[in-house]
């Protein structure tokens, strides 16, 4: 692996209670990653770089739960280890962060001044989450979407670079004009991923989700109006997944999101607040298939396990059966293995969103475009 995205979850509490959570689960709930546990990642990561002549650059994703109800000297100490490690390697290290930006004062924002620190001149991007309908993303305490905005203020006032997460439900469906208003108006020049809402923790369960779930059908019919929509802007902005999709058919840029490149086995793996591997941050989520457990397992034997191996057999076996013929195979390689697992309990079957990119393939684009054989 050249490159090589870790997700670290320090810890499953969180702050809010939204109703589509994907990473709830009640059984798990309260955990935090010790100093302990911490050292002993950074331990682990040291080994596998000094034993690798391939490794190129480490991106860290900050992930939970809520990762800043962590203490700021969790991440003090954390900074430490990867200069450690950039120094002895002169291995880029470039850190991420996904927050609801709820528990943010000035603290956490000089913590995150230094965990974000630009990196070979790259300033490490914040990714927060939105939803302009009230009653789905909900605070513990006080109105959640108040508390963002302020926080969303006080990155613009720092210069952090940040990113949105929109997940789309049948209330934005329904709403598209007025979502999409706010879109363009309000975070112009801001990168946004849409993502359909997933039925997974939380949000397998919550009643409250009952009447927000979107087809595989809704979810194509989204992405032609956002292309559309988005057709009409005359500075295009960071739309994923329909700026990547555009750029791939016309630009040839084939560097396409873990869920569409086929290659998430060989490039992301998820670390949980006790240690234990999974494929990435979803994998966490699901709890499916561990690969050890970094205290008993080093890198080296992480990557060889047998898990790991049948992820890294999964586009094969697609391209072989499943997706076989499909003229859009290099535009989505079967999807993310977690969608596979939450809907069929096997990653070894394609995306239940198949459907849903057809669509949006055939009607926007027609015919792929024109794919090198070794590509």
């Not at 992480?302 to 049948?310: D, L, T």
Request: charged share 25%; hydrophobic share 35%.
């Amino acid at each position: 692996m050249k490159s090589t995205t870790i997700i670290f979850k320090p810890t499953d509490l969180c702050n809010a209670r939204c109703v589509y959570c994907s990473a709830y689960d009640r059984s798990n709930h309260g955990k935090r990653m010790t100093i302990d546990t911490l050292e002993k990642m950074f331990e682990r990561i040291e080994e596998w770089v000094a034993g690798s002549d391939q490794l190129e650059e480490i991106k860290i994703i900050w992930h939970g739960g809520e990762p800043t109800l962590m203490p700021p000297d969790f991440f003090y100490r954390a900074i430490e280890l990867e200069n450690q490690i950039r120094k002895t390697h002169r291995l880029p290290i470039q850190n991420l962060i996904q927050s609801n930006l709820l528990n943010l004062n000035t603290d956490r924002l000089k913590m995150l001044k230094s965990l974000l620190g630009s990196e070979n001149g790259r300033m490490g991007r914040i990714g927060t989450s939105y939803d302009p309908f009230p009653n789905i993303r909900i605070a513990k305490k006080g109105d959640y979407n108040s508390i963002w905005e302020k926080s969303i203020e006080k990155l613009k006032k720092s210069n952090f670079p940040f990113g949105i997460l929109f997940v789309v439900h049948k209330l934005a469906l329904d709403n598209f004009e007025e979502v999409m208003d706010i879109f363009i108006n309000r975070f112009s020049g801001i990168g946004i991923r849409f993502n359909p809402l997933y039925q997974e923790g939380r949000a397998s369960s919550s009643d409250q989700c009952q009447n927000l779930y979107v087809t595989p059908i809704e979810w194509g019919d989204f992405l032609i109006k956002l292309y559309r929509k988005w057709e009409e802007l005359d500075k295009k902005p960071r739309w994923i997944p329909i700026k990547e999709f555009d750029d791939f058919h016309f630009r040839g840029n084939f560097r396409l999101s873990c869920d569409f490149s086929g290659q998430c086995a060989t490039t992301h793996l998820g670390i949980d607040t006790d240690g234990t591997v999974y494929s990435c941050g979803r994998g966490i989520d699901r709890k499916y298939e561990q690969y050890g457990n970094i205290y008993r397992n080093s890198f080296q034997e992480i990557v060889m396990n047998p898990g790991r191996q049948r992820m890294l057999n999964r586009t094969t076996f697609l391209h072989q059966t499943y997706c076989r013929g499909c003229q859009w195979w290099h535009y989505c390689h079967g999807g993310c293995p977690m969608d596979a697992a939450i809907n069929f309990n096997n990653i070894y079957r394609k995306t239940n969103f198949c459907i849903s990119r057809k669509n949006f393939f055939n009607t926007i684009y027609g015919v792929p475009r024109n794919v090198e054989p070794n590509e």
